[in-house]
């Protein structure tokens, strides 16, 4: 049980430190990160007290407890990933329209400054 | 007089671009903008040789995302009153863009489709009826380029929810059809396309994927005729 315990805390606190060392880095966009402080937390709790889950699956009338874990664990990773898929969608259209304006100010500009240096900038 | 903008998106085209642009010159009735769609050929060389009006895209957009900076392009510039989509490859007969304009003209729709229901193979028919049925619309030629937009539609269509389309048929008729505008058919002759293929109906992996797209489309924007 103790090596259980150890093996858990080790993943919970080092996944945890992992995030916390991107977030302090400015490697991740500080609105996700308040998803990832609460998984990191949420690690080193259930990874140093791994029995702690265990007494709260009771009140919830589950009889093998890893099943209410991996249930709540997919439906959140699904909700994740269902966020991230509509964000892709909104960054997609805001590309393809930069893209659009940036055609379309290459051409104002041509036009007004048909000069050599401009030309070879395009190029 | 009305200002007419026609609008040639242009994904490699340097083989039968030059053709397309010379008999629109012939007519001297329209100005021409090409949208080059980050062609990997000569066409923007031949284009800036030839001081053709031209916008280039940095990244490939696909024909409705060339088609849709054209018309964002047109609206912005705030002199022309109708737009027409008009096909690269020769396949689109330029003296019929007046039968597609003749009914802007006269206010009957606010899109005019050029359609040609003759051409395609069985397989471009099944997809056409399947298309139809699920999507409610009633028109006869899906995926055809040939277009005439009012300016009401080519604002509509140039706002960003219309970025998010990959093709011009389904969605951009089911986003009109939404809006509350009109859409009309005119038969009209297209030739065969001489070289070159259909960007859709070219591989059926492409067949799949963009019928896979359309039918999710036209099944969400289900409506009663």
């Given at each position: 049980m103790v090596t259980y315990s150890i093996v858990t805390s080790v993943i919970g606190i080092s996944s945890a430190a992992f995030i916390l060392l991107m977030i302090k880095k400015h490697q991740m966009y500080v609105n996700y990160t308040?998803?990832?402080?609460?998984?990191?937390?949420?690690?080193?709790?259930?990874?140093?007290?791994?029995?702690?889950?265990?007494?709260?699956?009771?009140?919830?009338?589950?009889?093998?407890?890893?099943?209410?874990?991996?249930?709540?664990?997919?439906?959140?990773?699904?909700?994740?990933?269902?966020?991230?898929?509509?964000?892709?969608?909104?960054?997609?259209?805001?590309?393809?329209?930069?893209?659009?304006?940036?055609?379309?100010?290459?051409?104002?500009?041509?036009?007004?400054?048909d000069t050599d240096d401009v030309r070879e900038y395009n190029e | 007089m009305n200002k007419v903008l026609v609008i040639i998106p242009a994904h490699n085209e340097e083989a039968l671009l030059p053709k397309t642009l010379q008999e629109l010159k012939q007519l001297n009735a329209y100005d021409v903008l090409v949208v080059d769609d980050n062609s990997y050929d000569n066409t923007l060389k031949y284009l800036k040789s030839e001081n053709v009006k031209h916008l280039s895209l940095p990244c490939q957009l696909g024909a409705w995302g060339a088609t849709q900076t054209g018309l964002r392009y047109g609206v912005s510039q705030k002199k022309y009153d109708y737009f027409i989509a008009f096909d690269a490859d020769g396949q689109h007969d330029s003296m019929t863009i007046d039968l597609?304009?003749?009914?802007?003209?006269?206010?009957?729709?606010?899109?005019?489709?050029?359609?040609?229901?003759?051409?395609?193979?069985?397989?471009?028919?099944?997809?056409?009826?399947?298309?139809?049925?699920?999507?409610?619309?009633?028109?006869?030629?899906?995926?055809?380029g040939f277009r005439?937009?009012?300016?009401?539609?080519?604002?509509?269509?140039?706002?960003?929810?219309?970025?998010?389309?990959?093709?011009?048929?389904?969605?951009?008729?089911?986003?009109?059809?939404?809006?509350?505008?009109?859409?009309?058919?005119?038969?009209?002759?297209?030739?065969p396309r001489s070289e070159g293929k259909s960007r859709i109906f070219c591989s059926w992996f492409s067949v799949v994927q963009y019928m896979v797209y359309s039918l999710l489309l036209a099944v969400s924007n289900f409506r009663i005729r």
């Open positions: 308040i998803w990832w402080l609460c998984v990191s937390f949420a690690m080193i709790i259930f990874g140093i007290k791994p029995q702690f889950f265990d007494s709260i699956v009771k009140y919830f009338g589950v009889s093998y407890p890893p099943t209410l874990l991996f249930l709540v664990a997919i439906l959140f990773l699904f909700i994740k990933i269902l966020f991230m898929d509509i964000e892709r969608t909104k960054h997609e259209i805001r590309i393809r329209r930069l893209v659009q304006r940036v055609s379309i100010l290459q051409a104002a500009l041509d036009e007004k400054l | 597609l304009l003749y009914s802007l003209i006269h206010d009957e729709a606010d899109l005019v489709i050029g359609a040609c229901p003759e051409r395609g193979s069985l397989c471009r028919k099944i997809a056409w009826r399947l298309l139809r049925l699920t999507s409610g619309l009633n028109v006869k030629d899906l995926t055809s005439a937009y009012s300016f009401r539609a080519a604002s509509l269509l140039s706002s960003a929810q219309a970025s998010g389309l990959d093709y011009q048929d389904v969605g951009v008729l089911c986003f009109l059809r939404k809006a509350g505008l009109r859409i009309k058919e005119v038969e009209v002759c297209m030739r």
